[in-house]
């Protein structure tokens, strides 16, 4: 370890990447702590708003209504959508094929969509969050205070993105998954306080969380090998005799990554803040789909029905997102170009469907995984006492982490090894 660890500082670029990285996400923490002017922040309770779970998931600047609460996820709808629609608009689609200067394009069309999604979807988060302060938290009523802080949360919002986008150009690893990445990780230290605090007070709390630690352990190391995991599909390519059998087609179990988890998130979490809203009505049927919603699809109070619903949801998003994305279609017609066929398989029609029948069947291991990963840290906070803002890391976090670090190390290798080949040319 300390072996590999100074061949990175003798490495004098990576050296200088790493620390010019490190010095961004020191100064995307400062700004996580910079709050929103004119905000009463003792009006929020996340315990009785139901709203932990959300902000377990910001790293701790939405429990603080720092200007960076929404974190990035504006841009990562964005994105989404961007991504969605590379399938659909054909201009899109030509573009995504142009190589690099097409992927720069589109990333601009991305950062362009994202400012009127965060300026929206900052309204809605401020309304929301006064909901569940009882309307304490800001005069809604009041353009001259609710648009300055709509514009301070927006602005942030683009700020991060901005600092991954230099970690990114300047950096090492990907700079909106690094943002990401620190902002799950920062939270683990107040987690652990918390829990220290707690266990003084009442001890039965501290079993299941140790037992959860040591169950958090465990799934990491699963999911390490299930990130890694994928099915090499031998590819045969003809005039290049015995040697076109080395040639293969990798398809990973987890094809859809964390895309799923985020959409199904965003769809679980959709009756709670409808329920926020409907319990300040004067209408008692909304108040009784309030009540209804608290018991059977809250967060803080998981039901079998929310456990069941978000199972499933992950498991149909990721068939969902890979149908979008992976086109047995258009692998089978440029292995076909190019001269290639699997072994056994007919070029064609027949390549297409034994391509699209092994996704579905790897779709269906990885999005369950992927569900079963996501419902587990719910499915303990239902059985013991331990809640949800008492989790060292949800279960999606988990994937984003175990994603994150592969690829940085990935890349922190792949430049070693180029330093390695400079020094001998």
């Given amino acids: 370890m300390f072996k590999y660890l100074s061949q990175i500082w003798k490495a004098k670029d990576l050296r200088k990447k790493i620390l010019f990285t490190c010095f961004i996400l020191v100064i995307y923490r400062f700004i996580a702590h910079v709050t929103v002017p004119g905000i009463n922040q003792d009006a929020l309770n996340f315990e009785k708003s139901g709203l ?10 939405f429990n603080k209504f720092s200007i960076v609460l929404m974190g990035l996820g504006p841009y990562i709808n964005a994105s989404i959508i961007m991504q969605l629609l590379t399938v659909v608009v054909p201009k899109l689609e030509s573009l995504s094929k142009e190589g ?9 069309y991305t950062r362009f969509v994202t400012l009127p999604l ?8 401020i309304l929301l969050l006064n909901a569940s302060s009882g309307g304490k938290l800001i005069n ?17 919002t683009l700020l991060i993105m901005w600092l991954g986008e230099l970690i990114t150009q300047k950096g090492i690893g990907n700079g909106i998954s690094l943002i990401i990445f620190t902002g799950i990780v920062s939270n683990i230290h107040v987690v652990l306080s918390q829990i220290g605090l707690t266990s003084m007070k009442d001890t039965s709390r501290l079993t299941p ?18 990130t ?24 990973r179990i987890n094809q ?17 803040i409808l329920s926020t809203f409907f319990k300040t009505s004067t209408s008692e049927w909304l108040k009784k789909i309030a009540n209804f919603i608290d018991i059977y699809l809250s967060s803080q109070n998981p039901s ?43 070029p064609g029609k027949e390549t297409s469907k034994f391509l699209g029948k092994v996704s579905n069947h790897l779709n269906l291991f990885g999005g369950s995984f992927l569900a079963i990963v996501a419902i587990t840290p719910i499915i303990f906070t239902k059985f013991t006492t331990l809640s949800s803002n008492e989790m060292i890391i949800s279960g999606s976090g988990l994937i984003i982490v175990v994603g994150v670090v592969l690829e940085l190390i990935r890349q922190i290798n792949a430049q070693l090894i180029m330093h390695d080949y400079d020094k001998l040319v």
Wanted: charge should be positive; aromatic fraction near 16%.
């Fill in 52 to 61: 932990g779970f959300l902000a377990m998931l910001t790293g701790g600047s």
């Fill in 100 to 108: 690099e200067q097409g992927r720069n394009k589109i990333s601009r």
């Fill in 118 to 125: 965060a300026f929206v979807q900052s309204y809605g988060m």
């Fill in 140 to 156: 809604i009523s009041d353009p001259f205070i609710i648009l300055p802080a709509m514009l301070f949360v927006t602005t942030g």
């Fill in 209 to 226: 969380f140790i037992i959860f630690t040591i169950i958090t352990l465990l799934m990491l190391f699963i999911i390490i090998m299930f």
């Fill in 228 to 251: 890694e995991g994928h099915r090499n599909i031998p590819i045969t390519y003809s005039g290049r005799g015995t040697r076109g059998g080395n040639a293969g087609l990798p398809i």
């Fill in 256 to 272: 859809a990554g964390m895309i799923p988890i985020i959409f199904a998130i965003s769809m679980i979490s959709f009756p709670t």
């Fill in 304 to 346: 079998y029905l929310y456990i069941i619903m978000y199972f499933l949801l992950v498991l149909a998003f990721s068939y969902f997102y890979v149908s979008i994305t992976f086109d047995p279609n258009k692998v089978s017609e440029n292995l076909q170009k190019r001269g290639g066929f699997i072994p056994g398989i007919r």
